[in-house]
């Protein structure tokens, strides 16, 4: 399994990568905004879920997200972000995330991600 981790801020990215490894996923792409997220989407039909930041310069994530899904992927996109107003959760939703993970979060939270969208491991 591979998962694309999008955040702008290279500490944030280190921390979700270090808690997805925990977790034993070791199969992971990075980007630094919702561009690059959309581009390695494109690029790579092999990713079987994202994590995505909200705000970013470039692009943001909701952006992103809607240029994903515009694009025809189905790929399971999880919000990972500081915006937690009920609002901004509805919007994600109508955008084309399926979930919402609210910063700062701990490793037993991604790895409730993890369960609900991938499949379990062999090993």
Same mark, same amino acid.
């Given at each position: 399994?591979?998962?694309? =981790? ?6 944030m +990215? &280190? %921390?979700? $990568? #270090?808690?997805l !490894?925990?977790?034993?996923v ?5 980007a630094?905004?919702?561009q ?11 990713i079987?879920?994202?994590?995505m930041d909200?705000?970013?310069? =470039?692009?943001?994530g909701?952006?992103?997200? +809607? &240029? %994903?899904? $515009? #694009?025809?992927? !189905? ?9 937690s107003?009920?609002e901004?959760?509805?919007e994600?939703?109508k955008?084309g995330?399926?979930d ?12 409730a ?11």
């Amino acid at each position: 399994m591979r998962v694309l =981790v999008v955040d702008d801020s290279q500490i944030m +990215r &280190k %921390i979700v $990568t #270090g808690a997805l !490894k925990k977790q034993n996923v070791n199969d992971i792409v990075e980007a630094a905004n919702g561009q690059e997220a959309v581009d390695v989407v494109a690029k790579d039909g092999n990713i079987s879920l994202i994590l995505m930041d909200w705000n970013m310069p =470039v692009m943001t994530g909701i952006d992103a997200v +809607r &240029k %994903i899904r $515009t #694009g025809g992927s !189905k790929t399971p996109i999880v919000m990972v972000t500081t915006e937690s107003e009920k609002e901004k959760v509805i919007e994600a939703i109508k955008s084309g995330a399926n979930d919402y993970l609210v910063k700062p979060f701990n490793p037993k939270d991604i790895q409730a991600k993890l369960e609900k969208f991938l499949p379990p491991s062999n090993g």
